[in-house]
């Protein structure tokens, strides 16, 4: 974003609302259909399954980026109406002051030292992070990624619930720092900038879990009624092209184009370095959009009645 506003200091910039949910954005959208004032968004950053979603419900509009042909097929819409910008594996972000030994794997999760420690970054019922931990949490149970690994992750966080291990509050840097949330489910790449935020107060580890490293594309769309339709096309440009895609690398992140990035010479080794090690990536899986699609079906309508829990 500073980028951004370097690049165009004549285009009037205005974050929303950073940690709003996949599904709160696809609402900003609808919310101000007849508004064209700040509260209306030109672009949004939501999980996979939210691009095609809001595409069918008319709520985009196709624009396709000089770039295109360095994202991948497979996180891009043929139209142009959303692409993937980068992705992250899920992983647990540990306050290493209040948690000595630090879990290792998802079973980890259970043990009776971890009580009352155990967050994820937001409501299960509408954020993409939230629900991509259910899956993951599902598949490390041996449950296949989809409806079947949403339905075993809800099984997981009711253990995890009745067992008094989870927290139901939204895990983010400042409960971590503070201790609300000692041991947090989220994107590595958020755990690594938390770490780098709070400069070592606390001392901070992500890991990222030994059976099963679920990675979630965010995928990016501008809204069919952006009140600044062509500063939208611009912040499209920019995140990615070399520029945007470095920065995304920088935060820790892997983009649509971090392999042609990296083989041309364009990432700094000091960058790569920061990031976790490749091999923490070998047991990383991507699911299809049909299993994302299952997965939030699974949970956004089961949580209530499974776990019961209220994440706020």
């Given at each position: 974003i500073a980028g951004f506003k370097a690049k165009y200091p004549?285009?009037?910039?205005?974050?929303?609302?950073?940690?709003?949910?996949?599904?709160?954005?696809?609402?900003?959208?609808?919310?101000?259909?007849?508004?064209?004032?700040?509260?209306?968004?030109?672009?949004?950053?939501?999980?996979?399954?939210?691009?095609?979603?809001?595409k069918a419900e008319g709520l985009t509009q196709p624009y396709k980026v000089a770039t295109w042909d360095?994202?991948?097929?497979?996180?891009?819409?043929a139209d142009g109406h959303w692409y993937g910008a980068y992705y992250g594996v899920m992983a647990f972000v540990v306050n290493k002051d209040l948690v000595a030994n630090v879990p290792q794997d998802w079973a980890d999760l259970m043990k009776p030292e971890y009580a009352g420690q155990v967050a994820l970054t937001g409501d299960p019922r509408s954020s993409n992070q939230a629900i991509s931990a259910i899956m993951a949490a599902g598949m490390s149970t041996g449950a296949k990624a989809g409806a079947d690994a949403g339905k075993a992750g809800l099984e997981f966080?009711?253990?995890?619930?009745?067992?008094?291990?989870?927290?139901?509050?939204?895990?983010?840097?400042?409960?971590?720092?503070?201790?609300?949330?000692?041991?947090?489910?989220?994107?590595?790449?958020?755990?690594?900038?938390?770490?780098?935020?709070?400069?070592?107060?606390?001392?901070?580890?992500?890991?990222?879990?030994?059976?099963?490293a679920l990675a979630g594309v965010y995928v990016q769309?501008?809204?069919?009624?952006?009140?600044?339709?062509?500063?939208?096309?611009?912040?499209?440009?920019?995140?990615?092209?070399?520029?945007?895609?470095?920065?995304?690398?920088?935060?820790?992140?892997?983009?649509?184009r971090f392999d042609e990035m990296v083989s041309a010479g364009k990432v700094p080794?000091?960058?790569?370095?920061?990031?976790?090690?490749?091999?923490?990536?070998?047991?990383?899986?991507?699911?299809?959009?049909?299993?994302?699609?299952?997965?939030?079906?699974?949970?956004?309508e089961g949580w209530d009645a499974t776990v019961g829990a209220t994440v706020e």
């Open positions: 004549e285009i009037s910039g205005n974050e929303l609302n950073p940690d709003a949910g996949s599904a709160d954005e696809i609402e900003a959208i609808k919310a101000n259909k007849d508004n064209k004032g700040p509260q209306a968004p030109d672009v949004i950053d939501v999980g996979l399954s939210f691009g095609p979603s809001a360095g994202i991948p097929e497979g996180i891009k819409d966080f009711k253990q995890l619930n009745d067992a008094g291990n989870f927290v139901p509050a939204v895990g983010k840097s400042g409960t971590l720092a503070q201790g609300t949330t000692p041991i947090i489910i989220a994107w590595d790449y958020n755990g690594l900038a938390w770490r780098k935020s709070l400069e070592g107060n606390p001392p901070v580890e992500v890991v990222v879990p030994k059976s099963t769309a501008i809204s069919a009624f952006a009140p600044q339709p062509n500063a939208a096309k611009l912040w499209m440009e920019h995140i990615f092209s070399d520029e945007g895609q470095l920065g995304y690398i920088k935060g820790g992140c892997h983009t649509a080794q000091d960058v790569l370095d920061a990031m976790p090690p490749a091999e923490a990536y070998k047991n990383a899986y991507f699911p299809t959009l049909e299993e994302v699609d299952a997965n939030k079906a699974a949970v956004t």
